[in-house]
Structure formats: structure tokens, C-alpha cells
T-cell receptor
């Protein structure tokens, strides 16, 4: 079975500081990995996705994530935090690329707080 | 920009009452999903439709939950009777095709959700 674990339910950083949100996955087959962002009282928006084309994936809003098979990790980073980055971030995994019946399995989320 | 529309945004109900949520996906999107997001947790898939057919409802509590997408466009999720543990955000998402979410056309677009509080 596939799953993701997000380490740290709450991360607090100062504006301008590095953002690091951790995600580890468990999958018996090569996974597809995603990061989504959810602003208060809104739906989820895709930040970036890993599809095996490149281990370093760049997404929107200056975020990027690196797939490390040896560490089974897909951590999300941003060099310099902005106040507008304050939101909840979800890591998700899906396996398989065929058929029409697949699932995105989400982690529990990490709430990012950015302090002025 | 096209969006996934959901209503109501907020619903407060008493336990044992019936409640319904409506979702209108992005025009032309064949695949529709209902997710439940309990506070402090990630979204969990309840049901997936391909056009009007159910593809996956393995996590849908069928004794009290039902979902339909009669004409393959908009969809309704119903809970009857509601229980305290049903308090959550109900998210609808759609994708152009049933392709994998990593593939072109398979990306999920989420609505703003319907927040249910059961008293």
C-alpha cells in the first residue's frame, strides 16, 4: 500500500527565511508524488509533481522539491518565505499510470506560519 | 478562469438530519471526485465518477452516504442521517480525463469545499 508521512504538523518561519517541509513516502512501486497548497477556507491547488522525468522539480510560487529514492523523501523547499506563503501544505502519492481507477493518498498536512 | 463550483459553502445541521452538497465541475471535465477532509487530516477520497459511472466508491460509507452524477455533469453528495463524526470539509474535484493525475489532462482541480458542522 502507498502512503506518505509529513513530519511536523506545524512549521513556523520568519519572512525571508528558508522554508523546508518534509515528506516521506512508502510505495512498493515507483511513486508519483505531489505537493498541494490549501489557503484558509479554500480548495487545494497543485504546487508541483514528480513524474520521474527529473529528481528536482520546480513548481509555482518559487517552491521546489527533490525526489530522493535512497531516503524515500520528497521534501518541499523555498529559499525565502513570504507572508503570502502562509497556508497548509499537503504531500500526496499515487502509483500506477494506467487505467482509470487510481487514488491520490494525502498526508495529514503541514501548517506553515510566516512571521514578520 | 474556469472553476469547480460547490454549494453550500457552509452547512450546520443537527445529527439525524439529511444534508446534501452540490458540485459543478469545470465544463468538459469527464472525471469528478468527492473528498472528505476531517480537521487536521488530509483529504480522503470518497467516490470517483467517470462521466455518470462510479469508478471507485470503496471508501464511501454506503449505509448513510450516496452520490450521483446523473447526466455526467454536476453531482450531488448526500448524507442521511448525519452523525457527529461527519463534521468535515467536503471537497469536489474534477479532471479533464481519467488519466493519471501526473499526466496531461489528469490534473485535479479542486473547488473551495463545503464545510459541514453536525451538532
Amino acid at each position: 500500500a502507498q502512503s506518505v508521512t509529513q513530519l511536523g504538523s506545524h512549521v513556523s518561519v520568519s519572512e525571508g527565511a528558508l522554508v523546508l517541509l518534509r515528506c516521506n513516502y512508502s510505495s512498493s512501486v515507483p511513486p508519483y508524488l505531489f505537493w498541494y497548497v490549501q489557503y484558509p477556507n479554500q480548495g487545494l491547488q497543485l504546487l508541483l509533481k514528480y513524474t520521474s522525468a527529473a529528481t528536482l522539480v520546480k513548481g509555482i510560487n518559487g517552491f521546489e522539491a527533490e525526489f530522493k529514492k535512497s531516503e524515500t523523501s520528497f521534501h518541499l523547499t523555498k529559499p525565502s518565505a513570504h507572508m503570502r506563503d502562509a497556508a497548509e501544505y499537503f504531500c500526496a502519492v499515487s502509483v500506477g499510470s494506467g487505467g482509470s481507477n487510481y487514488k491520490l493518498t494525502f498526508g495529514k498536512g503541514t501548517l506553515l506560519t510566516v512571521n514578520p | 478562469e474556469a472553476e469547480v463550483a460547490q454549494s453550500p459553502r457552509y452547512k450546520i445541521t443537527e445529527k439525524s438530519q439529511a444534508v446534501a452538497f452540490w458540485c459543478d465541475p469545470i465544463s468538459g471535465h469527464a472525471t469528478l471526485y468527492w473528498y472528505r477532509q476531517i480537521l487536521g487530516q488530509g483529504p480522503e477520497l470518497l467516490v470517483q465518477f467517470q462521466d455518470e459511472s462510479v469508478v471507485d466508491d470503496s471508501q464511501l460509507p454506503k449505509d448513510r452516504f450516496s452520490a450521483e452524477r446523473l447526466k455526467g455533469v454536476d453531482s450531488t453528495l448526500k448524507i442521511q442521517p448525519a452523525e457527529l463524526g461527519d463534521s468535515a470539509m467536503y471537497l469536489c474535484a474534477s479532471s479533464l480525463t481519467a488519466r493519471h493525475p501526473s499526466r496531461r489532462g489528469g490534473e485535479l482541480f479542486f473547488g473551495e469545499g463545503s464545510r459541514l458542522t453536525v451538532l
